[in-house]
């Protein structure tokens, strides 16, 4: 019955590592985000999708790289992981047709680099 | 400048009083407005949307809009303990709906039983 799911809920592990967080969504939606919230709580954009594009990619390392196999799928790999990309990761969707409608967020992942 | 400000708090409120959020936005053609609620360890949850100036009532939710002071509030009434959580105010700068928001760090609520 989860709307947005996401997987793991948390990941631990050490710089220089690769690391993939998967999100699902059985909404019917056709548009995807991925957020970083840091300690601070705040929320930022990094990326979305509207049927397997890309339509916002923010200033995000490279070393984040994001893909969607399906409208219903969109993952998130980061290479080289840093200290600094420890935070709380939440995949959404949304429809946006016509542009207004809910983004509905996932559980989070809690991504702690060593 | 930030994009969306929020007083970070946090706000007590006693139970059954009016707690009362405000926002605003640097953006001057922002068109779309959005309150959520995020309880500590848990995702954002949409509780109010508004797109015109004036008022929007849900429940015990008002959210009030003033584009032309770059301002918006979320008023909640007869507070509750499960009010208490931290609320986000987002804004979308480029257009009409939902697509790239920006958020606000957001405002701490407790209410005091």
């Known amino acids: 019955d989860t709307a947005v799911s996401q997987t793991p809920k948390y990941l631990v592990t050490q710089m220089g590592n690769d690391k993939s967080i998967k999100c699902e969504q059985n909404l019917g939606h056709d548009t995807m985000y991925w957020y970083k919230q840091d300690s601070k709580k705040f929320l930022k954009i990094m990326f979305s999708?509207?049927?397997?594009?890309?339509?916002i990619n923010e200033t995000v390392p490279n070393r984040f790289s994001p893909k969607s196999p399906d409208k219903a799928h969109l993952n998130l790999h980061i290479n080289s992981l840093e200290l600094g990309d420890s935070a709380v990761y939440f995949c959404?969707?949304?429809?946006?047709?016509?542009?207004?409608?809910?983004?509905?967020f996932g559980p989070g992942t809690r991504l702690t680099v060593l | 400048q930030k994009e969306v400000e929020q007083n970070s708090g946090p706000l007590s409120v006693p139970e059954g009083a009016i707690a009362s959020l405000n926002c605003t936005y640097s953006d001057r053609g922002s068109q779309s407005f959005f309150w959520y609620r995020q309880y500590s360890g848990k995702s954002p949850e949409l509780i109010m949307s508004i797109y015109s100036n004036g008022d929007k009532e849900d429940g015990r939710f008002t959210a009030q809009l003033n584009k032309a002071s770059q301002y918006v509030s979320l008023l909640i009434r007869d507070s509750q303990p499960s009010d208490s959580a931290t609320y986000l105010c987002?804004?979308?700068?480029?257009?009409?709906?939902?697509?790239?928001?920006?958020f606000g760090t957001g405002t701490r609520l407790t209410i005091i039983p």
């Open positions: 999708y509207n049927n397997k594009e890309l339509i």
């Open positions: 959404a969707s949304s429809h946006l047709r016509g542009g207004i409608d809910t983004q509905y």
């Open positions: 987002a804004v979308n700068p480029i257009g009409f709906g939902n697509e790239k928001l920006t």
